[in-house]
C-alpha cells in the first residue's frame, strides 16, 4: 500500500504552511521534490528550504528530474502525455524508495484541487503496482495570496467569480455575464485581448516570495506596465509565475 499524501505548500512561503501540512511531511516515510532545470532552481530551493524549516522527523527527502511537456500536436495531447511522463517518474521513485509500501509526500504548489494536476497524474498509478490511497492537505491559493496582498475583497457585494486561465482568456474573451474574473496559467498577458474601457486589473507575481511584485488600476493604463513588468522580470529570474483579477465596474459604479 501506497500512502500519497498531496499537500498545498501555498506560494512558496514557508508561513503558508497549515499545522496539518507540517504534521502529514513529519508523517511521511518519503518526500519527493521535483527539479523543474535550472531556469526554475528557485522552485526547487524553496521546496529545501520548506523541508529544512518544519521537519523534525527522519523524513527521507530525494529529489528527482520532472519530465517536460513536449510542444508536439495539439496542446491537450502534449499535456496527456506530460501527465502520462510524471507519472512514470513517481512510479520509478516509489519502485526505488517505497518497494514495500509506505506514506509518500509530495509538496503542491498553491492547493492541489485548483488548477493543478497532481490529483490528475496519482490516477494513473492505479491499477500498476502497489495498491494506491490518495490524501489531499489543503493549501493556501494564488488566489488568496493575491487579494491578501492588495488588501481586496475577492468578489464584489453579493456577486459571482469566474475563475479561468490565460488560454481560456486569449481564445474566448471576456467570460459571459462575469463582472470579477480570477486568471491563471497565463502564459503571456491574455488582458491584451480585451477591450480595457470600465475594467480594473490587480495583478501580482511571485506572491509572499522575496521578490513579489504587484501592480493594479485601471487596465488601459496598468496593463502595459504589466507586460513590461512582467517581460523584465521573467528575463531576470528565468521563470514567472503570477496571477491576475479583473473586474468589471457595475452599471450603478461598484
Known amino acids: 500500500m501506497i ?60 529529489e528527482f528530474d520532472l ?29 526505488a524508495h517505497l518497494p514495500n509500501g509506505g506514506r509518500l509526500a509530495l509538496l503542491v504548489w498553491g492547493d492541489p484541487s485548483l488548477y493543478d494536476s497532481s490529483l490528475r497524474i496519482a490516477r494513473r498509478l492505479r491499477g500498476a503496482g502497489p495498491e494506491l490511497a490518495v490524501t489531499l492537505v489543503p493549501g493556501i491559493t494564488s488566489i488568496q495570496a493575491l487579494t491578501a496582498a492588495h488588501a481586496i475583497p475577492l468578489n464584489p457585494l453579493a456577486g459571482p467569480v469566474t475563475i479561468t486561465t490565460g488560454r481560456m482568456l486569449r481564445a474566448h474573451g471576456w467570460p459571459q455575464g462575469a463582472d470579477s474574473i480570477v486568471v491563471m496559467l497565463d502564459g503571456g498577458c491574455a488582458f491584451e485581448v480585451l477591450e480595457p474601457d470600465g475594467v480594473t486589473i490587480w495583478w501580482g507575481a511571485y ?40 473586474r468589471k465596474e457595475r452599471r450603478n459604479g461598484r
Do not use: F
Open 207 to 246: 506572491l509572499a516570495m522575496a521578490h513579489e511584485a504587484l501592480e493594479q488600476g485601471p487596465l488601459a493604463v496598468a496593463g502595459p506596465r504589466i507586460a513590461l513588468r512582467r517581460a523584465e522580470l521573467r528575463a531576470r529570474h528565468g521563470w514567472i509565475m503570477d496571477i491576475y483579477l479583473m
Open 3 to 62: 500512502d500519497l499524501h498531496l499537500i498545498g505548500i501555498g506560494t512558496g512561503n514557508v508561513d503558508h504552511l497549515t499545522a496539518q501540512a507540517v504534521a502529514a511531511m513529519n508523517a511521511a516515510d518519503l518526500i519527493l521534490l521535483p527539479r523543474k532545470g535550472s531556469a526554475k532552481s528557485d522552485l526547487i530551493d524553496l521546496r529545501r528550504e520548506i523541508c529544512a524549516r518544519v521537519l523534525t522527523a527522519p523524513v527521507r527527502v530525494v
Open 67 to 95: 519530465p517536460v511537456r513536449g510542444d508536439d500536436g495539439g496542446y491537450l495531447d502534449a499535456v496527456h502525455s506530460w501527465h502520462d511522463a510524471i507519472a512514470e517518474a513517481w512510479r520509478a521513485q516509489i519502485a
